[in-house]
C-alpha cells in the first residue's frame, strides 16, 4: 500500500484485530524498517500532514475495535500538523518490553483544531506512536513463535536511515469513556431486575433450601 492511499482491507470473516504493543512494534513496525514481508499485510502506509483523525474512519486506516492503525514518517518535531490541526505529545514516553528487552517507545500526542500551537481547540482525539529503537532493530531478538509466523526470518536492519517509520493508533477517548457509561448502566439494570426476582420471593427460607 502507498503513501497516501485510500483502500478497504477485505478481511475474512471473525478477523478481529487487536494486536499488543509488542506486536506492533516487532511484527509490523520492525517489518516496514526492515523490508521485510509482513502477514498479513494490511495496515496502510499515511501522510499525517494531509489526513484529520476523523478521516481515518473512512477507510484511510485500518479499523479495528474502534481504534484505527496506519504506518506514517516519524516527526522531525515534537508537535504534528495536519490540515484543520496539530498533534501534540502529552506525558512521557513510555517504553514497549519484549521479553524484559526494551524494543520500542510509545509516545502519546492529543488532537487540536486550530492553526497555532497552544491556541487551538482540544479534541477527544488521541494518538499513540510507537517507535522502534535502533538498538531493537540491529539486534532483533523474536522468539520462536514469531519467527514461524513469517515466510523469511528477521535480519538486521544494516542502515539505521532506514528506521524513519512508526506506527500509529489513533482512537476517540470519549467513545471509550461513553462505552463505559453504558455498560455500567447495563450491569446496573440487570442487577436492578435481579433485585425485582428476589424482592418479589415471599419466603427467603426456600431460596436457600435450593
Known amino acids: 500500500m502507498g503513501d497516501e492511499e485510500t483502500s478497504k482491507v477485505h478481511l475474512p470473516p471473525g478477523f478481529h484485530f487487536f494486536p ?8 509490523f513496525l520492525y517489518h516496514k524498517v526492515a523490508h521485510l514481508p509482513c502477514q498479513p499485510d494490511i495496515i496502510p502506509t499515511l ?3 494531509h489526513c484529520d483523525p476523523w478521516e481515518l474512519i473512512n477507510g484511510k486506516a485500518l479499523e479495528g475495535d474502534n ?13 504534528r500538523d495536519s490540515v484543520d490541526g496539530y498533534w501534540t ?16 517507545v510509545k509516545k502519546t500526542f492529543v488532537y ?16 499513540h506512536e510507537y517507535h522502534l529503537l535502533d538498538d531493537a532493530a540491529t539486534n532483533p531478538n523474536p522468539n520462536s513463535r514469531r519467527r514461524r509466523s513469517c515466510k523469511k ?11 524513519k517509520w512508526v506506527i500509529c493508533r489513533v482512537f476517540d477517548a470519549s467513545y ?20 425485582e426476582v428476589f424482592l418479589s420471593l415471599d419466603d427467603y427460607d426456600e431460596i436457600s433450601q435450593l
Open 67 to 79: 481504534q484505527w492503525y496506519f504506518f506514517t514518517y516519524k516527526a522531525e518535531e515534537d508537535h
Open 112 to 127: 487540536y483544531v486550530g492553526e497555532a500551537p497552544d491556541q487551538g481547540i482540544k479534541t477527544n482525539w488521541v494518538m
Open 20 to 27: 499488543s504493543e509488542e506486536e506492533l512494534v516487532l511484527h
Open 153 to 163: 526470518r528477521r535480519r538486521p536492519i544494516t542502515r539505521m536511515e532506514d528506521n
Open 47 to 49: 501522510d499525517l500532514h
Open 89 to 104: 505529545p502529552v506525558d512521557d514516553e513510555e517504553p514497549v518490553f519484549s521479553h524484559e528487552n526494551k524494543v520500542g
Open 176 to 195: 471509550g469513556r461513553d462505552q463505559d457509561q453504558r455498560e455500567r448502566s447495563d450491569n446496573e439494570m440487570e442487577l436492578s431486575c435481579m433485585d
